[in-house]
């Protein structure tokens, strides 16, 4: 039986990257699937790439009633939710000095605050279903101080606690929450920080995977935390990233074996 059989998802960031390979991933498992994004070109061909378990719904994830009309549209179409994953997100660099408040705000209303209404807004659809699984994506850098990146490490660490605090409020409900981590993932929100053309698996060739991630290594990781699989699991963060974070310094190539 597909892991995901007769599970109803709402992925936000859903027109392509991570979202798009997870919501590839989850209609194969079986589960019907919504795209949630603002990017409604790209949404709708990505639900059309998906086929007829996929929908596009357009849904800014800072906006309180995108979310409550969000999720009364994929019940209306679908049934209760049984697995919502925050994965909208947008990557900012910036010093602290310099940068301003409204720059700093932007990142954690789309990284912070999208990912708290998210999970207001879809909780009571998964008491009606049941139960469910929340899985919200963080990142390593909401795990260790990053260079330029006060908003966007702020608003990731922000998510692994959030992601804590779901997992004990929900869980009598029989609701789970787990944050992911991922390192270098090679998506259009890591390309459009000018690496455009670049060979990113040569740039992250020195950690222990040697190669950067693809979007499709992190939705099978999403996959499982949305399904039955990982009953026992909530309130955790789950690291994906080749084993970046796992060595001290990134000096040079790593020895040959």
């Not at 019907?32 to 007829?52: C, N, S």
């Not at 994506?137 to 966007?152: I, P």
């Not at 979007?215 to 699991?233: G, H, N, Q, Y």
Request: aromatic share 6%.
């Amino acid at each position: 039986m597909p892991r995901l059989e007769g599970k109803v998802a709402l992925i936000t960031g859903g027109a392509r990257g991570q979202g798009l390979a997870a919501g590839t991933a989850f209609v194969n498992e079986g589960a019907r699937v919504v795209l949630a994004d603002v990017l409604d070109d790209e949404g709708k061909a990505a639900a059309e790439q998906i086929g007829e378990r996929g929908r596009y719904l357009h849904l800014d994830v800072t906006s309180e009633d995108d979310w409550v009309n969000g999720v009364a549209e994929t019940e209306e179409r679908f049934g209760p939710i049984n697995v919502l994953l925050n994965n909208a997100g947008i990557l900012r660099f910036g010093a602290i000095e310099k940068m301003t408040l409204n720059e700093y705000m932007t990142v954690i209303n789309v990284n912070q605050v999208g990912v708290f209404l998210g999970m207001r807004a879809v909780a009571p659809s998964m008491r009606r279903a049941g139960g469910g699984s929340i899985v919200n994506v963080s990142s390593v850098e909401g795990m260790r101080g990053g260079y330029n990146l006060a908003a966007y490490g702020a608003s990731k660490f922000a998510v692994r606690g959030m992601t804590k605090v779901a997992a004990v409020e929900f869980g009598r409900h029989g609701i789970r929450a787990n944050a992911v981590c991922p390192g270098a993932i090679d998506t259009p929100m890591v390309r459009a920080q000018g690496l455009e053309g670049v060979d990113i698996d040569t740039m992250f060739g020195t950690i222990p995977a040697r190669r950067a991630g693809q979007p499709e290594d992190v939705a099978d990781l999403m996959v499982f935390l949305a399904s039955d699989e990982s009953r026992f699991i909530t309130g955790t963060d789950i690291v994906i990233d080749g084993g970046a974070t796992s060595f001290i310094g990134w000096g040079g190539p790593l020895p040959s074996l």
